[in-house]
């Protein structure tokens, strides 16, 4: 099958000229980092209420941020990587030899989950490390697939909201009006115990708090099962094929002024 | 498949139309070019010439019309039709993170049969920047690195969209050296342009176009024989041509000039006159028609109206 190797020359392509932006590099890996210090730091002194009792805020921390990266990675980037190749006409040149389509967007995305990955094990590591917080093993086989399905859902948010990014001035305004509220009602950036009920209902609508509560579930020590949130997960992937539907039909290769 | 077709034109065009809602950008328009031509589309800005060059690359869908490109609809874009075409665009596309080399061999590995990177590298005169990134290249130089990239694949027929626009007269000459190259591995090269001179010295032929239509179309020596004029510009002292020249008066004090299509018949005219009547004809010059002036004549630009 050609497929494979055609995927993993763009995401070789990808990955090369990432690493050639140093500076860009190196604050992506640092940024989820800074948050997840900032938070434990300013919330030091709170315990946070998970299924089956009451934990360290670390415990919500290091979950969230993971949530955090995964979304920074594959939404945030993707989309505002996207714009971008699209008003320096990439993407339209692109288009315009016999390479596939999808192998096209499917490099950027693939690329944008190695990414993400990164910053996963980048954040899990600082958790041991600085807040003992045990990444989880029993767990393990949920935490994947949630993470599997969140990178998933979230490149294709990012493609879905490329179609209505008209040009890359306008990206970090769309892209962060889009996500940043979000982070703050999803138990992201803060734990949502004390939050209304109809607030909850609210943000429910959306990917993120499914996102981070299937995570937080994997590193709940009180956990006593496979920590598998399947609700969750459906309701994820139900955004991943809305996202997708929509990408299809209202892509653009060209940028609009 | 395509052994049929290779035969045949590399471009046919018949009542192309494309508008945007009610603005029309391109109006019926007809084109032939064969094979192994270079064929320019000369126009002002806004003429439609960038939306025709986009339909037939198949970034653009057309409204109307029927449109053959290498014997496939690029309506509907295959890949046996990217294959064989290279496109440059108006304006640089390529990733500014990667070397030279890297972006041509990223680019030749989309074809099944590439042209090797020396060759591509050596015909657009970029083998010493080959281990540079893209985003420390020159202006010119990204320009030239963005043929090279419509080169990767070995076309047959390669789109130029405004190939030296912004470029200093050095490097435009650079460049056409390296368009005329082409010609000689057997390409077919349609490229469009609002300079004069870039047409007149590249293309075999011209299409002129102007609001969406084409308003002349040949060989530069065909176009400027039929229409343009011979500009006849002289001095005399103490003495007026007679009236049958149609002899204008141009600007100081006894300067004529006379724009004639018969350019034979008005120099023997205004010589016997004025061996005649024993007058001398000061600065005597007589100006073969250009392509320029043919165009203004048919772009209608203000400045020519405001003089007749």
Redesign the interface.
């Known amino acids: 099958m050609r497929a494979v190797p055609l995927l993993l020359r763009q995401v070789r392509y990808e990955n090369r000229s990432f690493w050639r932006n140093p500076p860009a590099a190196f604050f992506t890996i640092v940024f989820p980092l800074m948050f997840l210090v900032i938070f434990n730091l300013v919330f030091s002194d709170r315990t946070v209420e998970v299924p089956g009792g009451e934990a360290g805020i670390s415990t919500f921390y290091v979950p969230g941020i993971i949530a955090l990266s995964v979304i920074g990675a594959c939404y945030t980037n993707v989309a505002m990587g996207l714009s971008f190749s699209r008003d320096q006409g990439l993407l339209k040149r692109v288009r315009a030899t016999p390479l596939p389509t999808w192998a096209l967007l499917g490099g950027k995305i693939a690329h944008a989950v190695v990414i993400g990955i990164l910053l996963v094990a980048v954040v899990s590591a600082a958790g041991t490390a600085l807040y003992d917080v045990a990444f989880p093993t029993r767990t393990l086989p949920a935490f994947a697939l949630t993470l599997v399905i969140g990178s998933a859902t979230f490149s294709a948010l990012g493609l879905a909201v490329t179609s209505a990014i008209p040009n890359a001035d306008a990206a970090p305004a769309i892209v962060n009006a889009s996500i940043l509220p979000l982070l703050f009602i999803s138990d992201v950036f803060i734990p949502l115990d004390d939050a209304p009920a109809w607030l909850t209902a609210f943000s429910d609508l959306f990917p993120v708090r499914h996102f981070s509560l299937a995570l937080q579930a994997s590193f709940n020590p009180f956990e006593q099962g496979t920590g598998f949130e399947a609700q969750r997960l459906a309701v994820m992937a139900a955004w991943m094929v809305v996202s997708i539907l929509i990408a299809i039909r209202f892509f653009r290769w060209e940028s609009r002024r | 498949m395509g052994a049929d077709e290779s035969a045949g034109p590399a471009i046919v065009v018949r009542g192309l139309r494309k508008s945007y809602g009610h603005v029309e950008a391109v109006s019926g328009i007809d084109l032939r070019v064969p094979r192994g031509e270079i064929f320019a589309i000369l126009g002002p800005n806004g003429a439609g010439k960038t939306t025709t060059l986009e339909i037939l690359?198949?970034?653009l869908e057309r409204s109307g019309g029927e449109v053959s490109v290498l014997g496939f609809d690029p309506g509907r874009p295959g890949?046996s039709l990217?294959?064989r075409?290279g496109?440059v665009?108006q304006?640089?596309?390529?990733?500014?993170?990667?070397t030279v080399q890297?972006t041509v061999d990223?680019?030749r590995?989309?074809?099944?049969d590439p042209l090797p990177r020396e060759t591509i590298l050596e015909l657009v005169g970029l083998s010493e920047q080959q281990r540079k990134?893209v985003r420390r290249l020159s202006g010119g130089q990204q320009r030239r690195l963005d043929v090279a990239?419509g080169l990767a694949?070995n076309p047959d027929l390669l789109f130029l969209d405004e190939p030296t626009t912004g470029f200093d007269p050095s490097a435009r000459r650079d460049a056409w050296e390296m368009i005329r190259g082409l010609r000689s591995l057997g390409k077919t090269v349609v490229l469009t342009t609002h300079y004069m001179e870039e047409a007149e010295y590249l293309a075999d032929r011209v299409a002129i176009l102007v609001s969406g239509r084409i308003v002349a179309e040949g060989s530069v020596e065909e176009l400027v024989g039929q229409g343009a004029r011979t500009t006849i510009r002289f001095r005399v002292e103490g003495a007026s041509p007679p009236k049958h020249l149609a002899a204008e008066p141009a600007g100081e004090e006894g300067a004529y000039m006379i724009t004639t299509l018969d350019a034979t018949g008005a120099v023997h005219g205004l010589t016997g006159w004025a061996l005649e009547a024993g007058v001398e004809l000061h600065g005597l010059t007589v100006a073969a028609p250009s392509l320029e002036d043919l165009f203004l004549d048919l772009a209608g630009s203000p400045e020519r109206d405001g003089v007749a």
Not at chain 2, 91 to 98: E, G, K, M, N, R
Not at chain 2, 109 to 112: G, I
């Open positions: 690359e198949g970034h890949r990217r294959e075409i496109v665009l304006s640089a596309s390529v990733d500014p993170y990667l890297e990223l680019f590995a989309y074809y099944p990134l990239v694949g």
